[in-house]
């Protein structure tokens, strides 16, 4: 059984955005238990300048030559870890000051994928968008909302899922031995998209629990996105190809029907999926998230690209 004192150390992947990163660390800074250290898993040519932090911080370089490894930088990152506990922070996730402490209780308490709250942030919220300036945690109470694809956290204690499709690998936390016995993320999975559905339909196939906590919340930082992914077409189908080979059905259904609606690929059922265009800027205009925009929402699109006329459709 994991103590609640066990030491927690935090991962994050990292490749551009340098203020979302120095925020992380800043956030990280203000816990009211300190984590043992933070690794970043460091995607691109060199390692970032960071500001001192009351804990040790190693950037570990991942190569990247044959795409965004995400699978392969968190395994990689988890196996030099040094906690018994893991909490996994996407880099543009501000932790509030009890994260690392909401974690560790929770883990202490059921030994499972454990994923604490969210909320989304809009462009200028943050000083690193600006350059200038501090920010506050009032601030961001004050202006942030809760995905609306993204369940709402439980009124207390810890609740489990029993759909593996509810985990999303932005802000979760597992004891390292659980996680390096579970073989970790699949690193056939190569760009955007699909490994941490893999991850989580591993997890539940090994019986092991899949649960919302409430706290660890975490505020998302704004940074332009676009829902459905269109600048990651490619791997996203790849990655959809590999995942129906490895459990027999397909997954991102929802960002894959949006791409069939605009054209850019053939996803019919029971042959492979055909990339029939390249996306151009009208794609990327209808699918880009604004800056007054916490998140860009794929639901939305659909919705737009379904009330279209068939004519224009085509």
């Not at 994260?99 to 994928?113: F, I, K, M, P, R």
Request: glycine fraction near 10%.
């Amino acid at each position: 059984m994991t103590s609640v004192s066990a030491p927690v150390s935090v991962v994050t992947l990292a490749g551009g955005r340098p203020d979302h990163l120095r925020n992380v660390v800043a956030g990280l800074g203000r816990q009211t238990r300190l984590p043992v250290e933070l690794i970043v898993a460091v995607m691109q040519d060199e390692t970032y300048d960071l500001p001192d932090a009351p804990f040790p911080v190693r950037q570990m370089m991942i190569a990247t030559d044959a795409g965004l490894p995400l699978a392969t930088a968190r395994n990689a990152a988890a196996k030099a870890a040094a906690g018994e506990v893991l909490v996994f922070l996407d880099m543009d996730c501000i932790p509030t000051p009890t994260l690392v402490a909401d974690y560790a209780t929770a883990l202490g308490e059921l030994d499972g994928l454990l994923m604490g709250e969210v909320m989304y942030l809009p462009g200028g919220a943050t000083a690193g968008e600006d350059g200038a300036g501090d920010w506050s945690y009032e601030d961001f109470a004050a202006v942030a909302v809760r995905h609306s694809d993204r369940q709402g956290p439980p009124a207390h204690g810890i609740e489990r899922c029993g759909d593996y499709r509810c985990f999303w690998s932005l802000n979760f936390a597992m004891r390292r031995a659980t996680f390096l016995a579970s073989g970790g993320f699949d690193e056939r999975y190569v760009g955007y998209g699909g490994e941490d559905t893999d991850f989580g339909k591993t997890i539940a196939e090994a019986g092991i629990p899949i649960a919302w906590i409430r706290g660890g919340l975490a505020y998302h930082q704004y940074h332009p996105h676009h829902m459905p992914p269109v600048h990651h077409l490619d791997s996203v189908v790849r990655n959809a190809e590999l995942f129906e080979s490895k459990w027999g059905y397909r997954t991102m259904d929802h960002w894959l029907h949006a791409f069939a609606l605009m054209g850019l690929i053939d996803a019919a059922p029971g042959r492979p999926i055909r990339i029939l265009r390249r996306p151009d800027d009208a794609d990327r205009a209808l699918t880009g998230q604004q800056r007054h925009q916490p998140y860009a929402n794929t639901a939305s699109i659909i919705r737009i690209l379904e009330a279209r006329p068939v004519m224009e459709k085509a």
